[in-house]
């Protein structure tokens, strides 16, 4: 059973616009959610995370925001770059189980110049 | 340079030829883990270790053997592959109690006849 869910499998964006990747989730034991880029011919890196005490986390471009009551996460990057195309994984840890990351699907975005 | 390398990136083998899968990591973190990264189902962890001669099944253990002899090494072995381990296997690394800089291989592509 799937506990992190990535229900877009891919995205397609202007360059300059807006990217907005969704992830839902269903363990309310998750206290802590990560984004990591992968980009073809190479493993997952780590992006940006947001502890389950937080709504909103920036960096830079990046912008994670949570929802708990919805259990939900998205990740928005603005302006979206030619170079931001890669697959976006969203991933869980549970307070229980802190050894374990779970992970989505993956969604993969391409910005369009 | 910080890395984690796995070797090799590419395999083809036959069902029931045992086959080890190997990963070194260079910035002496603790922890090290496998994942394994299907169509529709994301990455999901298959063993970890939290050190040298600690290690631990994750979600999907079957099939696959483990052991952390080093603190740098976490080889994969797989004993009788079968198709149904035909995957793209990543390792992992990083520091205890630092999920946000886990640090991934690139990841090895592996086909069982």
């Known amino acids: 059973d799937q506990q992190v869910k990535q229900n877009s499998p891919s995205l397609s964006v202007q360059e300059g616009r807006i990217s907005i990747l969704n992830c839902d989730y269903t363990?309310?034991?998750?206290?802590?959610f990560l984004w990591y880029k992968k980009y073809p011919a190479e493993g997952p890196t780590f992006l940006i995370s947001?502890?389950?005490?937080?709504d909103k986390n920036e960096d830079g471009r990046f912008t994670v925001f949570l929802n708990k009551s919805a259990k939900h996460l998205s990740l928005h990057i603005v302006p979206s770059q030619p170079g931001d195309s890669a697959v976006y994984f969203c991933?869980?840890?549970?307070?229980?189980?802190?050894?374990?990351?779970?992970f989505g699907t993956g969604t993969r975005l391409t910005v369009i110049p | 340079e910080a890395q984690v390398t796995q070797n090799p990136r590419y395999l083809i083998t036959v069902t029931g030829k045992k086959l080890t899968v190997t990963c070194s990591q260079n910035m002496n973190h603790e922890y090290m883990s496998w994942y394994r990264q299907d169509p529709g189902l994301g990455l999901r962890q298959i063993y970890y270790?939290?050190?040298?001669?600690?290690?631990d099944k994750g979600d999907v253990p079957e099939g696959y053997k483990v052991s952390r002899k080093e603190k740098r090494n976490f080889p994969l072995i797989l004993e009788s592959p079968s198709p149904n381990q035909t995957s793209l296997y990543f390792c992992?690394?990083?520091?205890?109690?630092?999920?946000?800089?886990?640090?991934f291989g690139p990841g090895t592509r592996l086909t069982v006849l």
């Open positions: 992992a690394s990083r520091w205890r109690g630092r999920t946000d800089t886990q640090y």
């Open positions: 991933a869980a840890r549970s307070q229980t189980g802190a050894n374990n990351l779970f």
């Open positions: 947001i502890s389950s005490i937080k």
């Open positions: 270790s939290m050190n040298v001669e600690v290690t």
């Open positions: 363990n309310s034991m998750f206290d802590y």
